[in-house]
Each structure stands twice: as C-alpha cells, then as structure tokens.
C-alpha cells in the first residue's frame, strides 16, 4: 500500500510539471553559456526537495517566494558640461540642473528629494595637425565637469517623466533606477508566516501517512534574503543569417548589419517553490525568499 502511495505523489508531481507549459518567444536566442551562477536564481535552497527521511531522522523544508512592488525608486541622471574654464563649466551645469529643479517642482518633486552629486572635473586634451609636417601635437582644449542628479519618487510612472523632462535640459544619461523597500522586518516577518503555514501542512501530510513517533524537540533554521530588479535582466539577439565565405581566400569582404539586442526581466525561477505570492502582478519590483528548515528526531521502529 505504501509503494503504491508514493507511485501516486510522483506521477501527481510529473503530471503538474508536464501541465505548466511555456512559449519560449525569441528569448530562446539567449546564450545559455554564459549563465551568471552568483545571482540568486541559483541559490542552494531553491530546489525540489521537501522531505528528507531516515529511520531516526526527518527534516521538512519549505521555500516560499513574494513578488513586492518597490516602496520607493531612486532615478540617477548624469550630465557633463564643457567649456574654455572649471568656472564656466560649472555655471553652465548649475543653470541646466537648476532649470531641470525648477521644471519638476511643479510635478511634485521636492528639494529634500533630490540630491546633486558632484562626480569630478577634468581638463580635455585634443591635438593641432600638421599636414606638411605630418605630425599631431597634443593640446589642452578646455574642462569638463560632471555631475549626478539623483531623485527619489514613489510612483514607478514618474521615473518617464522624469527622464523626458530632463532630455529638454541635454540630460540623455540614465544612469540606474534603485528599488527601495521601507520595511524588510515587516516582510520577513510575514513570509516566516507564510512558511510555518505551509509547513505545519507538510508535517500533518508527513505523519499520517507514516505514523511515526517524534523523540524531544526539533530544531529550526530559517534564511531570509530578497533579489533586486537590477540582477535579474537578460539578453538576447534574436535574427537569422546566411554564410558568406570572407577573408584571405574569399574575394569578398562581409560588411555586417546591426542587429537590435532586446533586454527582458527574468526574475527567480519558480521551480521548486512551496509558495509564491503574488506572481501574476506584471509590475517588476523585489522578490523576497524565505527558506525554512525543521529537523525532527524519531523513534526507530521495532526490528530496525
């Protein structure tokens, strides 16, 4: 009875993994060589192992997973100024940065949310040539100045915004966005929640069906950790060519094409997971990982 029960857990299992199928879209261009295993899509706990038995011991694991919309954004511009003098530059620069405050105030954005950082000063270096001599003589031809606008928002539809206004102040350069969450604590408690639901499942399931019998107490080990927008992106080329034979022993001289690389979000892969919360909210924001661990001593059973 006990072979023919646990034939029925694997084929329930195959059979939910066979019925969540996927269109792969042209991110199936993606070179899969060149996987980044320090992002936490590869983190040791996330697998498919939720029971761990022996005649004396038992260890029940449970992952669950949040998708969170950001509390707050921090947009990062950059902008250079150049000019014959360091004083010229600078004044060029304020007047642009000051326009750009002066334009967003009226959006709502506030003094104490923005921050301009000053990232460095530098003399630029171009060359007189002579043609009859044929020789280039390196000459300093003025400074550059660079700064950092740094805004902090709390809707996500405010980062565009933003950058449009600033493309009319020659301020092109997007840096980052940061996603800032306000209250992790408050997270971590709620998935260590979530967690000892789903284990306290786990463990009634466990028990009735092998009617084992608990020595002392068991111990516990949970980790919390949380993934941000800014590691979980990939890449891809998606297109089609012919060969053309080139080189030294080809007449021909192959001239490329540029082809458009698509960026896409990828957050943590689901597989594995007891419990995701949240995960048909299309908006990108942090993913938050709880992973909980509780080892149970157990009598042995008689002949053993």
């Known amino acids: 009875m006990k072979k023919l029960t646990l034939t029925f857990l694997l084929i329930t299992v195959s059979f ?5 199928a996927q269109v792969g879209g042209n991110q199936i261009y993606r070179d899969r060589n060149n996987n980044d295993y320090s992002t936490p899509r590869n983190l040791e706990f996330i697998n498919t192992n939720t029971y761990f038995a022996t005649d004396s011991t038992l260890i029940i694991t ?9 509390d707050q954004y921090k947009l990062t511009l950059g902008l250079n100024e ?8 600078i004044e060029n620069i304020n007047r642009r940065i000051s326009g750009f405050m002066k334009r967003i105030s009226s959006m709502g954005i506030k003094d104490n949310d923005i921050f301009v950082d000053f990232i460095s000063q530098t003399k630029i270096y171009d060359y007189n040539v002579n043609k009859d001599s044929q020789t280039a003589i390196q000459k300093m031809d ?23 206004e600033a493309s009319d102040f020659q301020i092109y350069d997007v840096i980052k966005v940061d996603y800032i969450s306000s209250d992790i604590n408050k997270i971590q408690e709620e998935l260590l929640k979530e967690a000892y639901s789903v284990f306290d499942k786990k463990k009634e399931n466990y028990f009735k069906l092998f009617k084992k019998e608990i020595i002392g107490n068991p111990t516990a080990s949970s980790g919390f950790t949380y993934v941000f927008p ?4 990939q890449n891809y080329t998606a297109f089609e060519s012919a060969n053309v034979m080139y080189g030294y022993d080809s007449k021909y001289v192959r001239k490329e094409e540029r082809k458009s690389k698509t960026f896409y979000y990828d957050g943590t892969d689901y597989t594995g997971f007891d ?19 509780v080892k149970y001593d157990l009598k042995k059973n008689k002949g053993n």
């Not at 449970?62 to 950001?70: E, F, G, R, S």
């Not at 800014?230 to 992106?233: G, T």
């Not at 299309?282 to 990982?289: K, T």
């Open 16 to 20: 939910l993994s066979l019925s969540k």
């Open 62 to 70: 449970v992952k669950v997973l949040m998708n969170k919309t950001a």
């Open 82 to 89: 150049e000019a014959a003098t360091p004083k010229i530059a």
């Open 142 to 164: 003025g400074f550059e100045t660079k700064k950092n606008i740094i805004i902090t928002v709390n809707k996500h539809s405010m980062i565009e915004k933003l950058i449009s």
């Open 230 to 233: 800014k590691s979980q992106y």
């Open 275 to 293: 419990k995701v919360i949240n995960n048909s909210d299309p908006e990108v924001g942090i993913q938050y990982i709880m992973n909980l661990n």
